[in-house]
C-alpha cells in the first residue's frame, strides 16, 4: 500500500465574505462543520505546507466563512479565489472503525456475498449520498452502502467488504403530493432541475392523491361544515398518499413535510437552505377551497406561502421550492458559487449582466468588463450591485452594510461602519415596534 498522505484537501476558497477578509469556503469533509471545527489549516506555497490559524468560524448552508492568520481585508481574501485548503491528518476527528477515503487507494477488495477477492481499490469518488469505487484489475465500479443494509457493508483494516448494487443514489428526494402531477413534472423535467434528476442529484416524484380515494367515485373532497363556497379537500386519500410515501423512507433519513398555504410563513432563500439539509421533502399541494384541518395538524410540520395573493393550487409554489431548494443541492449545479453569487443569496442584488454582441442597438457593453483587469471588474461589480441595492432594496444594505464599508477608503470604514450599526439597530426598533402595531391592530381587527 502506498504511503499514507499526511496532508488532505479539505476546501476550497470561493471568494471575500465583507469587508474584514473573512473567506467563504466549500467544504469538502463529511460535514462543513468539521471544516469549522479546525484550529488550524495549511496552505501549499513554494512546495510546502504552511500552517495558518484559523481565527474564527462558521457554517452557512454547505459553506465555512472562515478568519485565518494573515488575511485582514477584502483584497487579500479576494486574491485567495481558488485556494486549496488542507488539513494535517492528525487534526481529522474519526470514530472508531472509521477510515480516511485517501487511506483506501491499495486495500484488496472482496465480495461478501460471494468471498471472490475482486482487486484493489484504485480510485474512490464520492457521490451522492454514497462512495463510488473503481477496482483494478477487474476495473469494476460499485458504490457503498445500499440504502436497505447499511449494517451489512463495512471495511476493516487491510480488508474492504462491499455489498456491490448499481451506482447512483440521489442525494434529496422530493415527494409532491397532488390532484395533477403531469402540471408538476411538466415544469421539474425541464432544464437544470431535469438534467439534475436524470444524473441521479435528486429525485423529484409526484403522486396523485386521487389514486388513494377509496370513494367509488374517487372523490377526494366534499362540501365544508358550517356551509360556504367551494369544496374542502378530504382527509382521507391525502393521509393513505402520505403514508404510502413516508412508509418507503428508509430508517434514518431526515424528513420534512410541508403545506404550500397562503397562511404560511413567507418562503425566501433563508428557508431554501434549511429545507436542503432534509434528505427527503414531502410537499402537499392543496386545492379548491383548501384541505381539511385535521389531516394538516396530523402530518404537516410547517406551512410555507410564496406571497401574499391566491393561486387556484399549491402545484405551482411547490415547483417554486423544488428548484429553490436543488440548486443549493451538491451536483445540480457546477460549482457552490453559481447560487452564492446571486441575487439577495449574497446579501445584496446582483449586479448586471452582458454577453456578445459587444453593441447591440447602439448600447455597449460597459468598457471596464473588457478591460481584463479582474481587480477593477470586482469593484465595478459591487459598485453596480450596491447601487441597484440602495436603488430597489434599501432594506437589504442595511442588513449588510459590509458591501457599502467595502467601497470606502480603508481609513473611512470603521467610521462607517460604527454608523451603519447604530442605524441598523435603529431600524430593527422600529420594524419590532410596527410588527407589535400590526399584531394589535390584526387582534383587533378579529375581535370585532
Same mark, same amino acid.
Given at each position: 500500500?502506498?504511503?499514507?498522505?499526511?496532508?488532505?484537501?479539505?476546501?476550497?476558497?470561493?471568494?471575500?465574505?465583507?469587508?474584514?477578509?473573512?473567506?467563504?469556503?466549500?467544504?469538502?469533509?463529511?460535514?462543513?462543520?468539521?471544516?469549522?471545527?479546525?484550529?488550524?489549516?495549511?496552505?501549499?506555497?513554494?512546495?510546502?505546507?504552511?500552517?495558518?490559524?484559523?481565527?474564527?468560524?462558521?457554517?452557512?448552508?454547505?459553506?465555512?466563512?472562515?478568519?485565518?492568520?494573515?488575511?485582514?481585508?477584502?483584497?487579500?481574501?479576494?486574491?485567495?479565489?481558488?485556494?486549496?485548503?488542507?488539513?494535517? *491528518?492528525? +487534526?481529522?476527528? =474519526?470514530?472508531?472503525?472509521?477510515?480516511? #477515503?485517501? $487511506? /483506501?487507494?491499495?486495500?484488496?477488495? %472482496?465480495?461478501?456475498?460471494?468471498?471472490?477477492?475482486?482487486?484493489?481499490?484504485?480510485?474512490?469518488?464520492?457521490?451522492?449520498?454514497?462512495?463510488?469505487?473503481?477496482?483494478?484489475?477487474?476495473?469494476?465500479?460499485?458504490?457503498?452502502?445500499?440504502?436497505?443494509?447499511?449494517?451489512?457493508?463495512?471495511?476493516? *483494516?487491510? +480488508?474492504?467488504? =462491499?455489498?456491490?448494487?448499481?451506482?447512483? #443514489?440521489? $442525494? /434529496?428526494?422530493?415527494?409532491?403530493? %397532488?390532484?395533477?402531477?403531469?402540471?408538476?413534472?411538466?415544469?421539474?423535467?425541464?432544464?437544470?432541475?431535469?438534467?439534475?434528476?436524470?444524473?441521479?442529484?435528486?429525485?423529484?416524484?409526484?403522486?396523485?392523491?386521487?389514486?388513494?380515494?377509496?370513494?367509488?367515485?374517487?372523490?377526494?373532497?366534499?362540501?365544508?361544515?358550517?356551509?360556504?363556497?367551494?369544496?374542502?379537500?378530504?382527509?382521507?386519500?391525502?393521509?393513505?398518499?402520505?403514508?404510502?410515501?413516508?412508509?418507503?423512507?428508509?430508517?434514518?433519513?431526515?424528513?420534512?413535510?410541508?403545506?404550500?398555504?397562503?397562511?404560511?410563513?413567507?418562503?425566501?432563500?433563508?428557508?431554501?437552505?434549511?429545507?436542503?439539509?432534509?434528505?427527503?421533502?414531502?410537499?402537499?399541494?392543496?386545492?379548491?377551497?383548501?384541505?381539511?384541518?385535521?389531516?394538516?395538524?396530523?402530518?404537516?410540520?410547517?406551512?410555507?406561502?410564496?406571497?401574499?395573493?391566491?393561486?387556484?393550487?399549491?402545484?405551482?409554489?411547490?415547483?417554486?421550492?423544488?428548484?429553490?431548494?436543488?440548486?443549493?443541492?451538491?451536483?445540480?449545479?457546477?460549482?457552490?458559487?453559481?447560487?452564492?453569487?446571486?441575487?439577495?443569496?449574497?446579501?445584496?442584488?446582483?449586479?448586471?449582466?452582458?454577453?456578445?454582441?459587444?453593441?447591440?442597438?447602439?448600447?455597449?457593453?460597459?468598457?471596464?468588463?473588457?478591460?481584463?483587469?479582474?481587480?477593477?471588474?470586482?469593484?465595478?461589480?459591487?459598485?453596480?450591485?450596491?447601487?441597484?441595492?440602495?436603488?430597489?432594496?434599501?432594506?437589504?444594505?442595511?442588513?449588510?452594510?459590509?458591501?457599502?464599508?467595502?467601497?470606502?477608503?480603508?481609513?473611512?470604514?470603521?467610521?462607517?461602519?460604527?454608523?451603519?450599526?447604530?442605524?441598523?439597530?435603529?431600524?430593527?426598533?422600529?420594524?419590532?415596534?410596527?410588527?407589535?402595531?400590526?399584531?394589535?391592530?390584526?387582534?383587533?381587527?378579529?375581535?370585532?
Amino acid at each position: 500500500m502506498s504511503m499514507k498522505k499526511i496532508y488532505l484537501e479539505c476546501g476550497k476558497v470561493l471568494g471575500a465574505h465583507g469587508v474584514r477578509g473573512v473567506l467563504k469556503v466549500e467544504s469538502w469533509c463529511d460535514t462543513p462543520r468539521v471544516l469549522a471545527s479546525q484550529k488550524r489549516i495549511f496552505l501549499a506555497e513554494g512546495g510546502e505546507f504552511v500552517e495558518r490559524r484559523v481565527l474564527s468560524a462558521s457554517v452557512t448552508g454547505p459553506q465555512v466563512l472562515m478568519s485565518i492568520e494573515g488575511v485582514y481585508d477584502r483584497d487579500e481574501a479576494i486574491s485567495m479565489k481558488g485556494v486549496v485548503m488542507y488539513l494535517h *491528518r492528525d +487534526d481529522i476527528p =474519526l470514530r472508531p472503525g472509521q477510515m480516511l #477515503l485517501a $487511506d /483506501m487507494i491499495g486495500l484488496p477488495v %472482496t465480495d461478501a456475498k460471494t468471498g471472490v477477492v475482486l482487486g484493489k481499490i484504485t480510485e474512490v469518488t464520492e457521490v451522492p449520498r454514497g462512495l463510488l469505487y473503481t477496482i483494478a484489475p477487474i476495473r469494476e465500479r460499485c458504490s457503498i452502502p445500499p440504502p436497505t443494509s447499511l449494517s451489512r457493508a463495512s471495511i476493516a *483494516r487491510e +480488508d474492504c467488504w =462491499l455489498h456491490l448494487f448499481p451506482a447512483f #443514489l440521489t $442525494d /434529496m428526494k422530493f415527494d409532491i403530493l %397532488t390532484l395533477f402531477p403531469d402540471m408538476v413534472s411538466g415544469v421539474l423535467s425541464e432544464s437544470i432541475i431535469g438534467r439534475a434528476q436524470a444524473a441521479g442529484a435528486i429525485s423529484v416524484e409526484c403522486h396523485n392523491i386521487r389514486d388513494y380515494s377509496t370513494d367509488k367515485h374517487r372523490k377526494t373532497d366534499d362540501t365544508p361544515y358550517g356551509g360556504g363556497m367551494g369544496m374542502v379537500m378530504t382527509c382521507q386519500p391525502i393521509y393513505d398518499c402520505y403514508r404510502h410515501v413516508r412508509d418507503r423512507i428508509p430508517e434514518g433519513e431526515s424528513v420534512r413535510v410541508v403545506y404550500m398555504s397562503p397562511k404560511g410563513a413567507l418562503f425566501n432563500h433563508t428557508t431554501a437552505l434549511r429545507l436542503s439539509e432534509y434528505d427527503n421533502l414531502i410537499i402537499l399541494c392543496g386545492h379548491y377551497e383548501g384541505v381539511d384541518q385535521r389531516v394538516l395538524d396530523e402530518i404537516v410540520d410547517e406551512e410555507i406561502s410564496i406571497g401574499d395573493y391566491v393561486l387556484t393550487g399549491g402545484e405551482i409554489p411547490d415547483c417554486i421550492v423544488v428548484d429553490a431548494v436543488s440548486r443549493l443541492i451538491p451536483g445540480v449545479l457546477p460549482d457552490s458559487i453559481c447560487y452564492t453569487d446571486e441575487s439577495v443569496a449574497s446579501g445584496i442584488l446582483e449586479y448586471p449582466q452582458y454577453t456578445k454582441p459587444r453593441v447591440f442597438l447602439g448600447r455597449e457593453v460597459p468598457e471596464v468588463l473588457l478591460s481584463g483587469d479582474h481587480k477593477k471588474i470586482e469593484r465595478y461589480r459591487l459598485e453596480r450591485a450596491v447601487e441597484l441595492t440602495r436603488e430597489r432594496r434599501p432594506d437589504l444594505l442595511l442588513l449588510h452594510p459590509e458591501y457599502e464599508q467595502a467601497l470606502l477608503p480603508k481609513k473611512k470604514r470603521s467610521k462607517r461602519a460604527h454608523k451603519d450599526s447604530t442605524q441598523r439597530d435603529d431600524a430593527s426598533a422600529s420594524f419590532e415596534s410596527r410588527t407589535a402595531c400590526d399584531t394589535d391592530t390584526q387582534g383587533d381587527s378579529e375581535a370585532e
